[in-house]
T-cell receptor, first 112, second 113 residues
């Protein structure tokens, strides 16, 4: 089954404790992206990747890092999480930058 | 960069009525406009999309219209059913290799039985 898998689905952490949210896709897509979803703001892009070892900032990259060492994986790293990073996060992948984006189930992160 | 505004933020209709959600975009270079449906606890899922060389597209009970001159596009759902209740997002893409999609703020649609 074609899918984008994120882990964990839920995470509560404390300020400053490094964390990683994993994302994996099995569709051999080149394009992958991370979004955060906040009420009334829709989905805002954090980082995107056009291929292995090629990443770039989206609209709200501050406080986040990503890596793309393999085509299928695109982890999101929060080196020092802060409460304003409490949000619902989605990973997405697509075959091309103008094609259908497939989203993961989401990761609800709470930073206290 | 691109800016997408979506209205209304909430919409309540009776089952069987039509629902219309409208979006405007700022960058005239945008040329791909998808609509996503997000059900509770799930990620957004594409329901229909339109490209700038087309003015209207239909798929059963849903349709999307695009007015490039006015820079707005709309989602139309006819004969609404309770299972249409969800959050709907419009999006726009510049069609270049970066910044895949810019999303609107979302519309929570509630269909009352």
């Amino acid at each position: 089954e074609a899918q984008v898998t994120q882990n964990p689905r839920y995470l509560i952490t404390v300020t400053g404790k490094k964390l990683t949210v994993t994302c994996s896709q099995n569709m051999n897509h080149e394009y992958m992206s991370w979004y955060r979803q906040d009420p009334g703001l829709g989905l805002r892009q954090i980082y995107y990747s056009m291929n292995v070892e090629v990443t770039d900032k989206g609209d709200v990259p501050e406080g986040y890092k990503v890596s793309r060492k393999e085509k299928r994986n695109f982890p999101l790293i929060l080196e020092s999480p802060s409460p304003n990073q409490t949000s619902l996060y989605f990973c997405a992948s697509s075959f091309s930058y103008r094609g259908e984006a497939f989203f993961g189930q989401g990761t609800r992160l709470t930073v206290v | 960069g691109e800016n997408v505004e979506q209205h209304p933020s909430t919409l309540s209709v009776q089952e069987g009525d039509s629902a219309v959600i409208k979006c405007t975009y700022s960058d005239s270079a945008s040329n791909y406009f998808p609509w996503y449906k997000q059900e509770l606890g799930k990620g957004p899922q594409l329901i229909i999309d339109i490209r700038s060389n087309v003015g209207e597209k239909k798929d059963q009970r849903i349709a999307v219209t695009l007015n490039k001159t006015a820079k707005h596009f709309s989602l139309h759902i006819t004969e609404t059913q309770p299972e249409d209740s969800a959050v709907y997002f419009c999006a726009a893409s510049l069609g270049n290799a970066g910044n895949m999609l810019t999303f609107g703020g979302g519309t929570r649609l509630m269909v009352k039985p």
